[in-house]
DNA sequence: CAGAATCCGGTATGATACTG
DNA sequence: CAGTATCATACCGGATTCTG
């Protein structure tokens, strides 16, 4: 089953972008966009949702060996953040080594749609991106 | 006209994510999606893209007032990253004073509507991160 | 195994002043 | 108007060491 991916560039488009730009509803001057990204745009926190997507549930170092190159400290900072904000969840199993497995949360899933199509896009147009690049360093 | 957002949870969304994360294909170690985020995860890149995104062409002080907080710096920054990564252009008339038009080029509109969506996720959602974080907080 | 605590450097961001 | 240049700083993220 295919999915149709952006391209409409209808006004249905220009609806949303209005919606998301009108800026100041809640605090003074902040915007969801922004908020949201101050707190996924980081590092690791995306990639982290991603692999929580794709194997449903996971330990802490078998994320650890997932995410290539992610320091412990990191992803122990990056897995509280998600926790807080109700993306993930933790469960803890008193045993001995211990156990503690990360999923996503309803809210976590729900955000995997986007970051999918993000992620899509990306892997997409990286190519262009560093042609756009190579081509502007020449210049 | 609607918009179906996310929530197919087919298997080609696992398709997919197992496309994107499937890393190191072009550089050590390098996987797309952190590629990006390295480059429109700052603080003010996708803001900019959006707004461009609305009006299709603004000067540079238009950006600057309609971005709420941004400063000279950040913008100017923000704008030379965006170009030289080919998602928007510069045109510079010589006139007096001097005109300076940014408007996103084809590969940053392809962008525009994952960014949307992303949009969309967090104008939907922002409430229950919010609550999430008060419920942790007093935990 | 799954972390906590500490130290530390680079960079992203901001404030300010100046220019063509 | 549309920047550039310089300085100051906060904080993100890595390396290391220690623990239950």
Redesign the interface.
């Known amino acids: 089953?295919?999915?149709t991916?952006?391209?409409?560039?209808?006004d249905?488009?220009?609806a949303?972008?209005?919606?998301?730009?009108t800026?100041?509803k809640?605090g003074p001057?902040l915007?969801?966009?922004?908020?949201?990204?101050?707190?996924i745009?980081?590092?690791w926190s995306?990639?982290t949702i991603?692999?929580l997507?794709?194997a449903d549930n996971l330990r802490f170092n078998e994320l650890r060996r997932?995410i290539?190159?992610i320091s412990q400290r990191m992803l122990t900072v990056t897995l509280r953040s998600l926790?807080?904000?109700?993306?993930i969840t933790r469960t803890a199993y008193a045993e001995v080594p211990p156990r503690v497995e990360y999923r996503l949360t309803a809210?976590g899933?729900?955000?995997?749609?986007?970051?999918?199509?993000?992620?899509?896009?990306?892997?997409a147009?990286?190519p262009?991106?560093?042609?756009?690049?190579r081509?502007?360093?020449v210049e």
């Open positions: 089953m295919e999915v991916v952006a391209e409409p560039q209808t249905s488009m220009a949303a972008l209005e919606n998301i730009l800026v100041s809640n001057g915007c969801p966009v922004r908020d949201i990204l101050d707190r745009g980081d590092k995306l990639l991603l692999h997507g794709r997932h290539e190159g926790e807080t904000d109700g993306l809210l899933r729900s955000l995997l749609g986007a970051v999918v199509e993000l992620g899509n896009w990306a892997t147009h990286a262009a991106i560093a042609e756009a690049r081509a502007f360093g």
